[in-house]
């Protein structure tokens, strides 16, 4: 099985986010770059199918800042190959992120005859479309997303995954390989891979770089950030202040008002 | 005088019988001792030879003195009499072998020799008081934790025979030749006898417990050399194999053990009776010996809170808390780790916190002092106060921190903090065994700690404390780091800080692990906390002695285990309110504080016992105290 | 032909979803906004009396394809396709839910349409339409132009209220004939979660724990709230995740929709794939340690501490209580 998992940064939200003076952007000066929670689970799942049936994994990321650490985190978790995009435009969007990506797939050896694309289900600045969709279309690939589990099958090229549902309902369905899959979470949660050996990584491995040039289609999005801002925080919550005890007794009040005790 | 070497029994001279009896003990006594020093040599190498002289000290205090024994006195003093008893025995049991052996030999029986004789009666005697003594203690007055086992009971008798047989020999001498005979014979069959077993035994103690003390670690952290962790026997150093040989299995570790007073899954006797059944296993080779996963329990790894009271007791110089961290840095390294603990060292590898926090908030707990802190990034101080996770980031401690700042401005110390550039100093990323992240943290506050300018290292917590001055080469050493408490003593003795409101209470005070066990820091805070006019009331296990409140070795990162009945800070709490008039529970430690108020709270104890970190006592009798807040946001 | 805006219907197990009568409420005011008519497009196999709910939109379009019984995102796309070879509207609006999502992304992808996600409203300034999008996880909002039509939006739950949706009126039906390849997935069954005690949606009080109980040690003190209030536990996604509760006790994206008369929300931020769970609860109160915790902006009343700590102080409140009244 030849697995590409596709891993995206974000900003973290653990710090505060600023936003930058032309009002449309985030001001990542002092802001971090984190990998998105369901690539993580993408990339998971994809060792996990690796490490049951064999195969490869090749993780590709655009160039980010702190997406070196992230690939060299996957190598060391048990990646095979690890290909960063260089070059592309700052604030590049979900979309034009895709339509790269999807071309570096198609055109590099090695990922070209991928039976699975991985990546996560949605990031949290997927504005203009998701990544696994996107993909599945520049790809002509079929697509599934919010899947939680993954059996692939070497011999029938059939994979059998596990979307879904509202009201934890989840459903089994077949799909033809290869294919394009968005995870929602990985079947075990992302491992832990001890400092040392990413260090070790660091020293023994090295990531493979390809450039940009050329795939970028600036304007795909088709939209336009007018302004962005913050929502004021507890703009709609009466916060109860004081001791615990005077909080929890100004609530009891409130609750007998309305009875609801 | 019958001369038992050269009577005739069936026609054959003694000594040959004694002969066949020698050849055949050392045979089976040889034959595993061997085994035992094979297995150990297969192991990792460690030198033990460092410090010759502050070892023989050791050896002297330890071995001949027993001091570590003389703990449990009434115990500890029997076993030097019989300690003392058996090298006197000892020694006469070579010399008669020889004679014995080799009749020949121009030289008396040792209870021929002049005050010999009187010597071997008199410590019969007592011997065999002791063992009485002893034998009372173990099977009518058993002390928690202490196995009845059928090894122990032959042992004893064993014991008691050799001393029994040779008080009878003597007795017997002048009146009944041949019955002293006999009793020649009994006397020096069972020892050989009990030379031949002593290696099944846990015995075994006997030879190797000398050995132990002698290689036994300087360091006082527990820490093991640097490694890639442990699982199969070789994958250990010697010294840790050779833990399990020495162990007597007196449960003086369990007795002290916070993880077995609460029922967790780790018992250091079971430990180290699992090493010691390690190093006995002699297949062949034909698999190697996975001590970690078939022998002993990730759960049981898991349950330490790295307090070192099991190292701090152990009359062998055992290294518990060092075969358990080999055993984490595996685990880490294979990735199988909890859930939890993968998420603060993820947090602590990111954030340089274990909170998860954003670094730019580490300062926020400094606003609204009133006064600005120093950056010594940018000025130089005189004492660089590393502040700690804790004591920044939880809105439980933050008033403690805030209260420390207040006194330390109030006193004219000249003192500056290290602002967004602190990480977490990484003690207890060593003691879950993620060595590769505490050189990453350790990289990190390095560089942070060389563009500042300071004389000294000063905080509140003393995990900081400890990682700082024992783990950070360079860094400590030399009196450059100081806990609070230290710094606080020193200010009182300066008279800077004058006290307008005395403390006229009774208060107990609970020594941090870190602070007291580890680093010998117990006078400094009573000093202070006398100062406070306040009166102390000693915990029943106080200073080394003291009960850990569980928080240590990761465990505050820890899921919680159901089942529990009662955990140990809860114990601990339940000690302080049995203090009579004691409501207020001392302590110098972030970590403590929190664990302290939790448990006060799921025992019931809250109106009857409070717990208040030392500096803001200070605060409040120097007259600084700020209304209280009680929970405050981030 | 007059203009067109359209509401993707979604239904799922013989039922139109409540966020269908969320965007058609917002379809109508923007159709109306422009002088548009608003259509229903209902893609699915033997669902055609659905249509008769849909009264809100002018008109509803029908296909009807053994194919479209179940949504797979690229049948659905495709239906789409073939049905904007005849007609243009001005935009489509798209639930984003676990059942449709993705769809509306492939559409965009396929015919290069501008495709907005993580819409909470779509306004109108200066004649021009713009969408109120979150992102971040609900700590960034913004206001979005776009190129192109149709301009395809992904709805986020809760934009307007359901009731605003719903209408008496039968909507007049279009058929629409598609023909759809075989795609490449199929759906194999179904697996159903096992049956909880208690059905959390008919539940008038809720006690919700989230990351913020730390342990399953502690649900104990929700379920005392829960029982003192007559109500019951549910949970966000990392404490079911955790094995803590069952699925059944799910509330948000994959899990139940609530609307109780009470939602109290402890140690919950408030992402927004819980509060599109929730978040139409008449009385909701959150604790929080976090003040900027994005829970705050949707509960009416808000205590910033430690779950661990209002619990029982909270539990402790409303036994005084009721021992005060008892004896009153």
Request: hydrophobic residues 45%.
């Amino acid at each position: 099985m030849n697995i590409v998992v596709v891993l995206r940064m974000v900003p973290d939200v653990v710090e505060e986010l600023e936003i930058a003076p032309d009002g449309k952007s985030l001001d990542l000066e002092f802001g971090r770059m984190v990998l998105s929670e369901s690539d993580d689970h993408a990339l998971e799942q994809a060792l996990l199918i690796k490490e049951r049936m064999g195969g490869t994994v090749t993780a590709v990321a655009l160039e980010a800042p702190e997406v070196d650490e992230v690939l060299f985190s996957a190598l060391a978790k048990g990646a095979d190959r690890t290909l960063k995009i260089t070059g592309p435009k700052e604030g590049v969007t979900t979309r034009e992120a895709a339509h790269i990506i999807a071309q570096v797939i198609a055109s590099e050896p090695g990922l070209r005859g991928a039976d699975l694309v991985l990546t996560g289900t949605q990031a949290i600045n997927d504005l203009d479309g998701l990544m696994a969709p996107l993909l599945s279309q520049e790809l002509s690939l079929p697509f599934l997303g919010i899947v939680t589990g993954l059996l692939p099958d070497f011999a029938t090229r059939i994979a059998s995954a596990t979307k879904e549902y509202p009201r934890g309902v989840r459903a089994e369905f077949e799909v033809a390989l290869p294919a394009v899959f968005g995870i929602q979470a990985a079947e075990k949660p992302p491992r832990y891979v001890p400092v040392a050996k990413v260090r070790a990584v660091m020293k023994s491995q090295k990531i493979d770089c390809v450039p940009s040039a050329g795939m970028e289609e600036p304007g795909l999005s088709l939209l336009q950030v007018l302004e962005i801002t913050k929502p004021e925080p507890s703009a709609h919550s009466e916060i109860l202040e004081g001791s615990v005890q005077q909080a929890a007794c100004a609530l009891c009040g409130i609750l007998a008002e309305r009875g609801l005790l | 005088m019958l001369d038992p070497a050269i009577t005739s029994y069936l026609g054959v001279p003694g000594y040959a019988y004694l002969w066949a009896l020698t050849l055949l003990s050392f045979t089976l006594f040889g034959h595993k001792v061997l085994r035992y020093v094979a297995v150990l040599r297969e192991a990792r190498k460690e030198n033990r030879w460092d410090k010759p002289g502050r070892r023989l000290r050791l050896f002297v205090a330890n071995v001949l003195g027993q001091r570590r024994l003389l703990a449990e006195p009434v115990a500890g003093a029997a076993h030097f009499i019989i300690l003392w008893a058996f090298v006197l025995y000892a020694l006469s049991f070579a010399w008669n072998l020889v004679r014995g052996l080799l009749p020949f030999l121009p030289i008396p029986w040792a209870d021929d020799i002049p005050g010999v004789g009187l010597a071997l009666e008199l410590f019969a005697v007592l011997g065999l008081a002791a063992l009485a003594v002893v034998a009372v203690r173990r099977y009518i007055f058993t002390p928690p934790r202490l196995e009845r086992s059928f090894d122990a009971t032959i042992i004893l008798a064993l014991i008691t025979l050799v001393l029994v047989s040779s008080l009878s020999m003597q007795v017997t001498k002048v009146r009944t030749p041949e019955l002293s005979l006999a009793f020649w014979w009994v006397h020096m069959v069972t020892v050989l006898g009990f030379l031949a077993y002593l290696p099944y035994s846990k015995h075994l103690h006997l030879l190797a417990a000398p050995f132990g003390v002698f290689f036994a670690s300087l360091q006082n952290t527990g820490m093991p050399a640097a490694s890639e962790g442990a699982e199969l026997r070789q994958d250990f150093t010697w010294r840790q194999l050779f833990s399990g040989l020495a162990c007597a299995e007196c449960g003086r570790c369990d007795r002290v053990c916070p993880s077995v007073g609460s029922g967790y899954a780790l018992s250091p006797k079971v430990l180290m009776r699992q090493v010691k059944e390690a190093v006995r296993i002699s297949d062949g080779h034909k698999k190697p010996v996975r001590l970690l996963g078939d022998m002993v329990k990730p759960e049981e790894i898991w349950a330490c809170t790295t307090c070192y009271a099991c190292m701090e007791r152990c009359p062998v110089f055992n290294e518990h808390l060092s075969v358990l961290l080999e055993m984490r840095r595996h685990l880490v390294s294979q990735g199988q780790v909890e859930h939890r603990i993968q998420e603060t060292l993820t947090h602590l590898t990111r954030y340089g916190n274990s909170f998860g926090a954003s670094p730019r908030a580490r300062p926020k707990w400094t606003q609204g002092l009133g006064f600005r802190i120093k950056d010594a990034r940018k000025e130089p101080v005189e004492y660089l106060w590393f502040v700690g996770d804790y004591a920044s980031y939880d809105s439980r401690v933050m008033p403690a921190t805030r209260a420390m700042a207040r006194v330390l401005e109030f006193a004219g110390v000249n003192f500056g903090i290290l602002y967004e550039d602190e990480q977490n100093a990484g003690n207890d990323v060593r003691r879950i065994g993620e060595e590769g992240l505490f050189e990453l943290l350790l990289e990190k506050n390095r560089k942070s700690l060389a563009s500042a300018r300071f004389q000294q290292i000063v905080t509140t917590d003393p995990h900081t404390y400890h990682v700082l001055k024992n783990e950070y080469p360079s860094v400590g050493g030399d009196g450059r780091v100081l806990h609070s408490t230290e710094l606080l003593a020193k200010l009182f003795r300066a008279g800077k800080l004058p006290v307008r409101h005395s403390l006229r209470l009774a208060v107990t005070y609970h020594d941090a692990c870190y602070l007291g066990r580890y680093n010998g820091v117990v006078e400094a805070p009573r000093r202070v906390i006398d100062e406070l006019g306040a009166t102390l009331k000693e915990l029943p296990r106080n200073r080394n002695n003291a009960y850990c409140c569980g928080a240590g070795g990761g465990r505050i990162w820890m899921e919680d285990v159901p089942g529990i009945s009662e955990r140990p800070a809860e114990n601990r709490v339940r000690e302080a309110a049995g203090l009579e008039g004691v409501r207020t529970l001392v302590v110098a430690c972030p970590k403590d504080l929190v664990m302290f108020q939790d448990a006060i709270k799921t025992t019931a104890l809250e109106g009857k016992l409070v717990v208040k970190e030392l500096s803001e006592l200070v605060a409040q009798a120097v007259g600084l105290a700020e209304r209280s807040e009680s929970h405050v946001a981030a | 032909m007059s203009a067109e805006y359209w509401v993707v219907v979604e239904h799922w197990k013989g039922q139109v979803s409540q966020i269908t009568y969320e965007a058609l409420a917002l379809g109508r005011e923007v159709a109306d906004q422009l002088g548009a008519s608003l259509c229903a497009v209902l893609l699915g196999h033997n669902a055609r009396e659905l249509a008769a709910t849909l009264g809100k939109a002018d008109s509803v379009v029908y296909a009807d394809d053994p194919l479209l019984s179940e949504v797979v995102a690229e049948t659905y796309a495709e239906a789409l396709v073939q049905l904007l070879k005849e007609r243009k509207p001005k935009g489509i609006i798209f639930p984003l839910t676990n059942i449709t999502l993705g769809a509306g992304t492939l559409l965009g992808a396929r015919l290069n349409l501008p495709v907005v996600n993580f819409c909470t409203d779509i306004q109108f300034a200066n004649e021009a339409v713009e969408a109120r999008c979150v992102l971040y996880g609900g700590k960034i909002e913004s206001r979005v132009a776009a190129e192109g039509e149709p301009i395809i939006f992904g709805l986020w739950p809760g934009a307007r209220p359901a009731e605003k949706g719903l209408s008496d009126r039968r909507p007049p039906i279009e058929e629409f004939a598609v023909n759809l390849p075989a795609p490449a997935i199929h759906l194999k069954k179904f697996i159903e979660p096992e049956a909880g005690d208690v059905d959390i949606t008919q539940q008038e009080i809720l006690v919700a724990v989230g990351r913020g109980i730390q342990s399953q040690e502690n649900l104990h003190l929700a379920e005392t709230l829960a029982k003192q209030l007559r109500g019951a536990v549910c949970a966000s996604r990392p404490v079911i995740d955790q094995g803590w509760l069952p699925l059944s006790r799910q509330v948000g994206k994959s899990g139940a929709t609530v609307k109780p008369k009470l939602y109290l929300a402890l140690g919950i931020s408030g992402a927004p794939e819980h509060t599109e769970g929730m978040k139409a609860s008449a009385l909701i109160v959150a604790v929080n340690t976090d003040r900027s915790a994005p829970i705050f902006n949707i509960a009416q009343y808000g205590i910033v501490a430690d779950v661990l700590e209002v619990l029982p102080a909270l539990s402790e409140a409303i036994e005084s209580r009721k021992g005060v009244s008892s004896h009153a």
